[in-house]
């Protein structure tokens, strides 16, 4: 069974810039997070879909961060503009009915410069 | 609210003794509980998971946990530890009323010395 996918795998951009990160999940998992995790920290949700409808995005920047997973399969999560502090490793996760468990992506490391 | 407490940012043992990560919780109603371990520049990846049953939850690579209800734990284990072993390691609940929403704890990095 192949894993959570998750492209680009590292990404260096300006602040004010814009960035995009892909993610595509665990074949047949409906439901899918993007995580924030900040050096020395815990993952933090930032949002929550099932199928393509948003569960939770109540930590979600709304100014500046937006996400989308609109067939209800792989999804993106952009952040437009970026500031310093959203330096981070995003994570995307899928949640496998079967097993009760999310299963992780490798993750995108942002550095905001 | 839930939330997840991990106390020791780190955790330092000797290979071939036994380890103990801690963590204690905090959600309404029944936990589903779970613990996953981080390598450098990797993504996280599940050790193992407490949903009803028995206390004691045994996992991948040797790791093993205690569900502790009364007070409100989830200690992770093992009997002897391997250099190897040295990572981060995350508690993380759930309710199970909680719609899939998980909440993790900080952290803490195991550094196991041969």
């Known amino acids: 069974e192949a894993g959570v996918a998750q492209s680009p795998r590292y990404k260096i951009i300006e602040k004010r810039q814009s960035v995009a990160f892909w993610c595509n999940p665990i074949s047949g998992h409906a439901t899918l997070y993007w995580y924030q995790q900040i050096l020395g920290q815990g993952p933090k949700l930032l949002i929550q879909f099932q199928n393509n409808g948003v569960v939770d995005d109540s930590q979600l920047p709304k100014d500046r961060f937006s996400a989308e997973r609109l067939k209800g399969v792989d999804s993106t999560l952009k952040i437009q503009p970026a500031k310093l502090e959203d330096s981070a490793v995003y994570l995307c996760?899928?949640?496998?009915?079967?097993?009760?468990?999310?299963?992780f992506g490798p993750g995108t490391r942002l550095t905001v410069l | 609210a839930q939330s997840v407490a991990q106390p020791e940012d780190q955790v330092n043992v000797a290979e071939g003794n036994p380890l103990t990560v801690k963590c204690t919780y905090s959600v309404s109603g029944n936990p589903y509980l779970f613990w996953y371990v981080q390598y450098p520049n990797r993504g996280l990846q599940f050790l193992l998971k407490y949903i009803t049953g028995d206390n004691l939850v045994k996992g991948s690579y040797g790791f093993e946990a205690e569900f502790n209800k009364s007070q409100t734990s989830f200690h992770l284990k093992k009997p002897s530890a391997l250099v190897s072993d040295s990572a981060l390691y995350f508690c993380?609940?759930?309710?199970?009323?909680?719609?899939?929403?998980?909440?993790f704890g900080a952290g803490t990095r195991l550094f196991v010395k041969a």
């Open positions: 996760a899928s949640f496998g009915r079967v097993t009760d468990t999310q299963y």
């Open positions: 993380a609940v759930r309710a199970q009323n909680g719609g899939f929403k998980t909440i």
